[in-house]
Each structure stands twice: as C-alpha cells, then as structure tokens.
C-alpha cells in the first residue's frame, strides 16, 4: 500500500479525514451562526473536552462555516503566560482594518479604532508594549479605564456596531479557554453579554478543558444562561469504526472488522489516537484487506511515537515531585481519583498534596471532574506513567 495515499493525518488541530460522530455539535454551531446572523438570539458555544478529542478540529471547521455564511472571523489561542488583551488587541485591529475596507461607514470603523487605540493604551502599565501601528488619536473616556471588566464590553459592543453598520457578522472564536484568568474570563463573558443585551451580530464560540463550565460560572454565576457547553468526549464504537475505515475505502482498499475492533478498543475512540494508529496500520500493511496482526505491529510503533513526543513533551514540563504525583495517580487505574488516595498512596497528607495539585491544575495536566477528585487531562496519560516510571512503590502515612 502506497504510503503517499495514507489518508490519516495526525497531528494538533490537523484535520481528519473523516470528521465522524460530530454532527449534532456542528448543527448546533451552524444554527446558532444561522439566528445571530438572522437578528436573532442564540447562546454562544463553549465546547469542553478531555485533550486529544478534536476541540481545536472543531473550531477550525465552525470557522469555516463561519466564513461560507460570510461572517468575519477571529480565532485565538490562549497561553498560560500572554494576557488577553495582548492576544486580542492586534487581532480586533486587523480585522477593523478589514471591515473597513468594506463599503460604508467609514466614520464608524474610525470610532471603533480609535477605541482600540485607547484600550491598548490603557493595558500597557499592565502588560507592556503592545505594537499595533493604529495611526488614529485615542478616545478618550471609551474603553481606556484599564479595568478590562469595563472596557472590554465596551469595545466589543463598538466593533460589534462596526460590523453591524457593514452589514456583516463577527464570530470570535477561543482556544484553550481555561488558561485565562478569572478576571480575563469576567470580562469575556460580561463582554458578551452586554453583546446580547445590545443585540449585535456578534458570537463567540470557544473549547477548553472539562474545567471550563466551571470556571465560567465562577467567574460569572449568569454564564450558563449565556453559553452553552457541549461536551466533546470520545467516539462511539461506531463513529470510531466509521472515523478509520471510510477514509481506508475512500483510497480503494479495505481493512478487516476485527482490526477495527481492535484499534477502537485500543484507542478508547480518542480521534488523535485513531489517527496516530490509522496512520501507522496503513503504513505497515503490505496488502488489502488490512489484518488484524497489522494492528498489533502497528501498536508497539504508535506508542513510540506518542511516548516520544505527544505525551513526552507534557512529561518533561515537570519537576520530579510532580512526576511522582502523577504517578501515584497511575498507579490507581484509569481514574478519576480521590485525592484522599493519591495521597495515602504518597505516604502523605492530603493538605500537603495541594501545591503540588495547584501546579499541575495550572499547567493543564489535571483537573477536578467534581470535589475530591482529580484525573488526567490526558487520554491515556496513566498508562505512559506506567511505561515512563515502571518502577513505583506505595508509601505508608507518616
């Protein structure tokens, strides 16, 4: 089989060759795009979801339906260490610039840079230097307090009635939502709801990890009659079967039932781990159909690759007492986990697990499902522990 046709494509965010099992979550993106750019009233979207299961495809494809329905769109990716402001500011401008090369208007678009200008000016003693080459006065008293709670609803409602004055739409669309902070997300969230309240033709749609409903509505106790949260998990057996063995009959070969069963059990239906090992099962095969024993081969090459790099670059992020946390995690099963046994696995008190978790909740490795508990946001993350530290022996409460 000819390794140039491999239709499985691996990789963060890339797209795959069969988008299955999504349907219902695109229909409800297609929708609420369809009532917003109608006048009419939709929640925004906050898709949440384990890494691994296609948030980051999601986006790029809502974007693109974004785009067919001729909205004006922006997608950003939050990190741990760049504020909103900084990530969102030379975004805005561009696309400003955009809407005002659009007819019409003109004064409007003017209004709303000017406003930019003045917030950017406002979050420098913040955040530093934020180049953006806006050749327009500041507005004085809009959007430039420096509280970004304040100014951030009122600069998207101004470039909200930008885009309404072209005659267009906007959607802004979030990546890795819970790296921001809970102030960041107050005035995202205080942002659209005022968007709402106004009645503009602005949408936001955003991913995260499973913590995300739960921040949001820390942040803001009114943002689940905002927003809703659509949970993206792992593929059916079915829509997994149909995510590897399309893509297969689509190039003109074929692969037995029994080497389907056999990736979708071993992959649990994640959608970056049917693609690592569809990708691996096509290049190895020396005929079609695909046999079960490819399958096996194939598994000792994907859990390689993804040991070496998908899980090693999240694993050499940690300090060696926070390699050992997770490890005793592992060492419990799939999870998720009492935090009340990590802790007597780790011969330790359960107040002095807490930095450690604190640390591990911020650089997105763990998460709370409900009170007292924790588990990987990782798939399969327990069983690389046990591969990365094979040796490991439980310790006895001092």
Not at 13 to 38: F, H, N, S
Not at 53 to 76: P, S
Not at 231 to 246: F, H, M, R, T
Request: net charge negative; proline share 6%.
């Amino acid at each position: 089989m000819n390794e140039c046709n491999n239709p499985f494509q691996p990789g963060a965010g890339t797209p795959p060759p069969e988008l299955a099992g999504r349907e219902d979550i695109m229909r409800q993106a297609t929708v609420l795009l369809q009532r917003v750019k109608g006048g009419r009233h939709g929640k925004s979207m906050l898709l949440t979801g384990l890494r691994g299961v296609g948030k980051t495809v999601l986006l790029n494809e809502i974007k693109r339906t974004a785009a067919q329905l001729e909205y004006q769109t922006i997608i950003v990716e939050a990190h741990e260490d760049k504020p909103l402001a900084a990530l969102l500011a030379p975004q805005l401008r561009n696309l400003l610039y955009e809407l005002d090369r659009m007819e019409g208007a003109k004064e409007v678009v003017r209004r709303g840079l000017a406003a930019l200008a003045g917030f950017v000016s406002s979050v420098k003693v913040s955040f530093g230097d934020i180049p953006l080459g806006i050749d327009i006065e500041p507005q004085k008293g809009t959007a430039d307090s420096g509280d970004l709670e304040a100014d951030l609803p009122q600069l998207f409602v101004l470039v909200g009635e930008v885009a309404k004055s072209k005659g267009t739409s906007l959607a802004l669309l979030f990546d890795e939502l819970q790296y921001f902070s809970e102030k960041e997300l107050s005035s995202l969230i205080m942002a659209m709801h005022k968007l709402q309240q106004e009645g503009l033709p602005f949408v936001l749609i955003g991913a995260g990890l499973p913590v995300l409903p739960r921040l949001a509505g820390e942040s803001k106790s009114y943002a689940e009659r905002l927003f809703d949260f659509p949970d993206v998990g792992p593929l059916s057996e079915a829509d997994a079967g149909i995510a590897i063995s399309e893509p297969i009959q689509e190039e003109g070969e074929s692969i037995d039932n029994e080497a389907v069963t056999e990736i979708v059990r071993i992959t649990q239906g994640y959608p970056y781990f049917l693609q690592e090992w569809g990708y691996q099962v096509w290049n190895l095969a020396k005929e079609s159909p695909i046999a079960r024993d490819v399958v096996h081969e194939a598994s000792q090459v994907t859990t390689a690759r993804l040991d070496k790099n998908f899980f090693r670059v999240r694993f050499d992020r940690l300090t060696n007492s926070e390699k050992d946390f997770l490890r005793a995690m592992a060492e419990l099963g799939a999870g998720p986990y009492k935090a009340g046994a990590v802790a007597d696995i780790m011969g330790l008190k359960l107040p002095s697990l807490s930095p450690r978790r604190a640390k591990l909740i911020n650089k997105g490795m763990i998460y709370s499902p409900q009170h007292g508990e924790i588990a990987f946001t990782v798939p399969l993350f327990d069983e690389f522990m046990r591969r990365a530290i094979p040796e490991f022996k439980p310790k006895k409460a001092k």
